[in-house]
T-cell receptor
Framework: RKEVEQDPGPFNVPEGATVAFNCTYS??????FFWYRQDCRKEPKLLMSVYSSGNEDGRFTAQLNRASQYISLLIRDSKLSDSATYLC??????????FGTGTRLQVFP | GAVVSQHPSWVICKSGTSVKIECRSLDFQATTMFWYRQFPKQSLMLMATSNEGSKATYEQGVEKDKFLINHASLTLSTLTVTSAHPEDSSFYIC??????????????FGPGTRLTVL
């Protein structure tokens, strides 16, 4: 089983839609959780860290479910510019990031 | 703040040659730098972790004699792909962490270097 798993997608959604991605992790000792956005042929950019209590940044909401070992990302009111690959990442007891393979989102007009 | 640069952004070389990639933290001191590799439609895979002034720690399956890492200062790490072969063609990305006040588990990524070995 992979350490971090994501549905590769693609998720094709119209502008204005709400879309959610999940990411599961296998190691219950995972400590920190992140969502990154990666555009084609570019480096990943940190979208948000994920906290136990859940956190929101504008149209983006991240949740952590330790019992079921998954994190989620909700995007409301999707924009064309949200089209990208969304990578989740976790750390264990070091600052090594373990990435999922990413979920591709395509927002269409 | 938290800008990381990489040079070159892309390189094409002949099989058997060596290629050096530089990773610089421009406005902060990076105690730790990481090197990743990403093949098309795959995730970023950590190759090695380097701390300034000490030897890099390589992930399982990564040949340390083929991928030479030097982290000589708090703002510069280099990755040298020695005797490159076509299967080494990939997107190489570095990241840096260790920003005071932000937390050592936040990594900031360089723009990546696309290596093509002919």
């Amino acid at each position: 089983r992979k350490e971090v798993e994501q549905d590769p997608g693609p998720f094709n959604v119209p502008e204005g839609a709400t879309v959610a991605f999940n990411c599961t992790y296998s190691n219950s000792a995972s400590q920190s959780f992140f969502w990154y956005r990666q555009d084609c042929r570019k480096e990943p950019k940190l979208l948000m860290s994920v906290y136990s209590s859940g956190n929101e940044d504008g149209r983006f909401t991240a949740q952590l479910n330790r019992a079921s070992q998954y994190i989620s990302l909700l995007i409301r009111d999707s924009k064309l510019s949200d089209s990208a690959t969304y990578l989740c990442a976790v750390t264990l007891n070091t600052d090594k990031l373990i990435f999922g393979t990413g979920t591709r989102l395509q927002v269409f007009p | 703040g938290a800008v990381v640069s990489q040079h070159p952004s892309w390189v094409i070389c002949k099989s058997g040659t060596s290629v050096k990639i530089e990773c610089r933290s421009l406005d902060f001191q990076a105690t730790t730098m990481f090197w990743y590799r990403q093949f098309p439609k795959q995730s970023l895979m950590l190759m090695a972790t380097s701390n300034e002034g000490s030897k890099a720690t390589y992930e399982q399956g990564v040949e340390k004699d083929k991928f030479l890492i030097n982290h000589a200062s708090l703002t510069l790490s280099t990755l040298t792909v020695t005797s490159a072969h076509p299967e080494d063609s990939s997107f190489y990305i570095c990241s840096a962490s260790g920003l005071a006040g932000i937390g050592t588990d936040t990594q900031y990524f360089g723009p990546g270097t696309r290596l093509t070995v002919l």
